[in-house]
């Protein structure tokens, strides 16, 4: 979460080994989370075979490897085999009564279906906002925010997908969480492309852009060529550097600015 990855990475493999080699056990199927360090690196197919190999051992009493194969399925660009693994997800998170279990199946259930079935897949977040909210978990809560401005921005309420940006950048920054804050930026930086924002959407682009938030949502690249062939190569070039040189502070503050300047005028339009 705070961007070192080459540690991460080391971690990953230690436990890897620890588990394959000795008899001991992880509970609920948390080691299905080792992998996340190859996602960051915009390797998503390892930690694809990863959770199929720990799943294999029937030790996932609590679907959090099944979620994560959800999540990594999607990124590897196989949609159709992360819904057929979501189907019944949900239903067995709730058999845990475990409300962090459940919100983050849920996010993964929503994850899937974003594309398959959008109006599915902002009830399952919107549902996994609240329980991640009233269980105190602002992990779950940062996760879902993210996903959620997503699937406002393209299918829903243009306008609330902004209250959910805004949340998903806070608990990452207040948090320390600079190796996942480029989601919601990368994200948010497509959507201001959307809506004509161009110069902006370029300089947050060039802080956002990672290996995780372009295997995660694919459809950024599309917005990005877009930017470059509306400012032309040099006004996008300079606004990308521009946006890479920034400090996360200055980022977030940036983006707070757009996003209020945003919503203003999508408030006046719908009025």
Known sequence: MPGRVDESLRYCDAGQLMIGSGPGRVPFGVEGWLGTAYLVLGQPEWWAEWCRTQLAHGRDTHTLTRASLVYTLMTTGSADEAVVAANG???AAEETN???VLSFALTAYGFAFRDADPVRALGAMRRALVIARDSG?????SNVAQNLAYLEAKHGDPVAAFDYFALAIRHHHDSG????IRGPLAVLAAFLDRLQRYEPAATIAGFAVSPLS???YSDIKTAFAHLREVLGDQTY?????????MTTAAMVTYAYD??????TELNAVSK
């Open 98 to 100: 475990n409300p962090q």
């Open 89 to 91: 997800l949900i239903e």
């Open 237 to 245: 070039e300079s606004l990308v550097r521009k946006g890479e040189t």
């Open 214 to 216: 372009s295997a995660a």
């Open 177 to 180: 969480s600079t190796g996942l």
């Open 137 to 141: 978990n602002r992990f779950n809560e």
């Open 258 to 263: 757009q996003i209020d300047q945003a919503r």
